[in-house]
């Protein structure tokens, strides 16, 4: 059975108000190691081999910050205008595309893939996360902050309790 988001540190997290409060806010062990799954179980009995974390560095600004070291080191900004910069992007996607194409469906955790495969997908991943974060320095998009918003904009949209369980798009749904 799918585990609720409700029963995941995640969730909590993402209803708290003061979101400061939520980064690195869980007791040392509380979560996987960085990188890892975790298939310990939870408190209330579930499990739940699907968890995961992220490392909490680098920021979204110390990758900006090295992007734009690595660019200003090559004389490279002069070719790094926005429109420029969503096309590398754009690009980059393409190449995480190519390493799923004609798989069929890829089960999360990606079962049966080589290290070799992971290690393209997590180089992949990461162009795409350098080049979105550029393009947004250059839009001036502050995108940590910018994200929070979206996502409180999403809570609104996609109340849980009208939602839950379908995947519908907001515009389906009857007052
Ligand atoms: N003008 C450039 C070229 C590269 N990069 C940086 C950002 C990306 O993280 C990475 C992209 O490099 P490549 O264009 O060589 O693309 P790949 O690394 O994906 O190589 P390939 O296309 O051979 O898979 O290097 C950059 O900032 N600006």
């Known amino acids: 059975m799918a585990e609720r988001r409700e029963d995941t540190e995640e969730a909590a997290c993402s209803h708290a108000t003061d979101r400061s409060n939520c980064v690195n806010s869980a007791p040392k062990g509380a979560h996987a190691r960085h990188g ?15 968890r995961f974390t992220f490392s909490a ?10 992007q734009a070291e690595f660019t200003d080191e090559r004389d490279w900004n002069q070719f790094h205008q926005p429109r420029n910069l969503l096309l590398a992007l754009v ?30 997908l997590s180089h992949e991943l990461s162009d795409v996360m350098i080049y979105l974060l ?14 929070l918003r979206k996502m409180a904009l999403n809570r609104l949209k996609y109340p849980a309790s009208k939602v839950h369980g379908s995947a519908k798009k907001y515009t389906e749904y009857q007052d």
């Open 36 to 50: 890892e799954q975790d298939t310990r179980p939870l408190q209330n009995g579930l499990k739940s081999p699907q």
């Open 57 to 66: 560095e680098p920021t979204m600004e110390d990758i900006r910050r090295l």
């Open 91 to 120: 690009g980059e996607v393409g190449e995480v595309s190519e390493l799923f194409q004609w798989r069929g469906e890829v089960a999360e955790g990606l079962p049966g893939w080589t290290e070799a495969e992971r290690e393209q």
């Open 134 to 147: 550029e393009l947004a320095e250059k839009c001036r998009v502050d995108l940590p902050q910018a994200v």
